[in-house]
């Protein structure tokens, strides 16, 4: 037997993850000095190409782009020891012509008042419509003239490409109305959110992205949202050329949910993983967890190279073989709560079927 990959605890599935990206770095939520952790890369299969033709020049993306794009205040002016005191600034976008922005959960979570600045000046109060830690997305709500609201349109995320030019729009330390240009550095990134759960499939760019850079538009050539900038990877706390973007077709799920009940419902199903050449090896089940009431078995002991022993090994999900962590959480992050599942596992050396009904994630 190889040497088993290194651990790595399926965080979607119920267990937060721990593990960290690099050494030395730390990756930072644009807002303030929040630290998360961006796990790995994960493996993917082939993608489409997003098509090049009417390509925008930088100055036709930031013209056609920027009055899309918001400054967001939270919280306001207050004092202490005298001291004026700034509230939180992140970025947003116009979705539609309701009226909803979207940007990140780690914005608006601290919560007191909130305030959006258009690029014309027009600054507008705004309400929370709902967030979700699970995707570190959230959508507001501003009452506006319809022609100050000019939606972006969202890109597939799933046809970006490594080295496909893009743009980073919004307000790094405030300075509202910025725009940095680089390209897709990496693809299927893992990010933690806010509540330690993994954010899957997380677009890499070296366009440079700063605190304030918060729930901003990642835009391709064509001026379409292939993401949402969350977090940066980097030494000296600002940008070193390594950021992260919440992908659009996440986005675009997320945010419709959010628009039309205010929260958003992740399946659960209670587990902690890691990869090895059987399978994904069950290393905790959750006490009351969708897992634990299915029987599900973890981990009793170790071999001598570290792998798992003694508990059931996940070799597929509803008839489906899934070998990694992502593949697994993609599985059961496309169910919904109460759906019940057919897990095959090995166990004492048998194949055996489980099923599941899948709970409702903690946020």
Request: no cysteine; aromatic share 2%; net charge negative.
């Amino acid at each position: 037997m190889t040497a088993l990959r290194s651990p790595l605890v399926l965080a979607s599935l119920g267990v937060a993850l721990a593990l960290g990206a690099g050494t030395g770095a730390t990756t930072y939520a644009l807002l303030a000095d929040r630290a998360t952790a961006v796990v790995r890369e994960v493996a993917a299969s082939a993608t489409e190409p997003v098509a090049q033709s009417a390509a925008l020049s930088i100055g036709e993306l930031y013209e056609r782009a920027a009055p899309s794009v918001v400054e967001i205040a939270v919280g306001g002016v207050g004092a202490t020891l005298g001291e004026p005191q700034r509230g939180a600034v992140g970025s947003g976008f116009v979705f539609d012509r309701e009226g909803h922005i979207v940007t990140n959960e780690h914005v608006v979570d601290g919560g007191g008042a909130i305030s959006v600045l258009f690029s014309d000046g027009t600054r507008a109060s705004a309400e929370l419509v709902g967030s979700d830690r699970s995707t570190d997305l959230a959508v507001l709500d501003v009452d506006v003239p319809e022609e100050k609201l000019r939606p972006l349109t969202l890109a597939d995320s799933s046809a970006v490409e490594v080295g496909d030019p893009v743009v980073a729009l919004g307000s790094p330390f405030g300075l509202e109305g910025t725009i940095t240009r680089g390209i897709v550095s990496a693809l299927h990134r893992q990010m933690t959110a806010p509540n330690g759960f993994t954010i899957n499939d997380a677009i890499q760019t070296d366009a440079a992205i700063n605190h304030g850079n918060s729930g901003g538009p990642l835009l391709d050539d064509r001026g379409r949202v292939i993401g949402v900038a969350a977090q940066i990877e980097s030494d000296s706390g600002g940008n070193d050329g390594v950021g992260f973007a919440i992908p659009s077709n996440t986005v675009r799920t997320i945010v419709r949910e959010l628009v039309e009940s205010g929260h958003v419902e992740h399946a659960y199903l209670g587990v902690g993983l890691v990869e090895t050449d059987a399978g994904l090896a069950i290393t905790e089940v959750r006490p009351g967890s969708p897992a634990d009431r299915a029987g599900l078995r973890a981990a009793t002991g170790a071999s001598a190279d570290g792998t798992p022993t003694g508990g059931d090994v996940i070799v597929a999900f509803d008839g489906t073989p899934v070998t990694t962590t992502a593949e697994l959480q993609r599985a059961v992050d496309a169910k919904r709560p109460g759906d019940v599942v057919s897990l095959t596992v090995l166990r004492d050396g048998r194949r055996v079927q489980v099923r599941a009904t899948l709970g409702v994630r903690d946020s």
